[in-house]
């Protein structure tokens, strides 16, 4: 309700109708990492490496990931607002570029915990297995969500 108060209707209904897409990209990336994380806790494969090592690889997967699936997202946002017969050209194309930033940094975060939490659970003695996927996807959803539109907030209006 933050933001409902803080756009003109006509924005925040085309914001609206991307957050599902943000969020389940999203919370795909950060729970593919989180199960990654955890198989190789349980087989023993990350063991011997350092969380920075892990870090850097995943890291590097996912933002290739981010980016593919932000310009594909950007490119999917800009067809549909021109479909819909957006009047407003400069307040679509800013859009469409909050929508590609918001889901490049929604994958990266969403990996980002994916693959710190499981690691934090197995420090503290709690399960990673049980615990990961729960939070990683709660705290997708709500981080996923503010970064769109706060995104869509500073550029989009």
Same mark, same amino acid.
């Given at each position: +309700?933050?933001?409902?108060?803080? @756009?003109?209707?006509? /924005?925040?209904?085309? =914001? $609206?109708?991307?957050?599902?897409?943000?969020?389940?990209? #999203?919370?795909?990336?950060?729970?593919?990492?989180?199960? $990654?994380?955890?198989?190789?806790?349980?087989?023993?494969?990350? &063991?011997?490496? *350092?969380? #920075?090592? &892990? @870090? #850097?690889?995943? /890291? *590097?997967?996912?933002?290739? /990931? =981010?980016?593919? %699936?932000? %310009?594909?997202?950007?490119?999917? %946002?800009? &067809?549909?607002?021109?479909?819909?017969? !957006?009047?407003?050209?400069?307040? #679509?194309?800013?859009?469409? @570029? =909050?929508?590609? $930033?918001? +889901?490049?940094?929604?994958?990266? &975060?969403?990996?980002?915990?994916?693959?710190?939490?499981? @690691?934090?659970? *197995? *420090?503290?003695?709690?399960?990673?297995?049980?615990?990961?996927?729960?939070?990683?996807?709660?705290?997708?959803?709500?981080?996923? /969500? =503010?970064?769109?539109?706060?995104? !869509?907030?500073?550029?989009?209006?």
């Amino acid at each position: +309700m933050f933001f409902h108060n803080k @756009f003109d209707a006509i /924005v925040y209904t085309a =914001a $609206i109708a991307f957050v599902p897409m943000i969020a389940a990209i #999203s919370g795909n990336a950060g729970l593919q990492t989180s199960a $990654i994380v955890v198989s190789g806790l349980a087989t023993g494969h990350l &063991v011997a490496l *350092r969380i #920075s090592q &892990v @870090f #850097s690889r995943e /890291v *590097r997967i996912a933002a290739l /990931v =981010a980016l593919s %699936c932000g %310009c594909i997202g950007g490119i999917a %946002c800009a &067809v549909l607002l021109t479909l819909k017969g !957006t009047e407003n050209t400069i307040r #679509s194309i800013r859009l469409t @570029f =909050a929508f590609g $930033i918001a +889901m490049f940094s929604a994958i990266m &975060v969403a990996t980002t915990l994916g693959l710190f939490l499981p @690691f934090l659970f *197995r *420090r503290i003695g709690i399960d990673p297995a049980i615990s990961s996927g729960p939070l990683v996807t709660t705290a997708n959803d709500s981080i996923s /969500v =503010a970064i769109y539109m706060t995104l !869509t907030l500073l550029l989009a209006t």
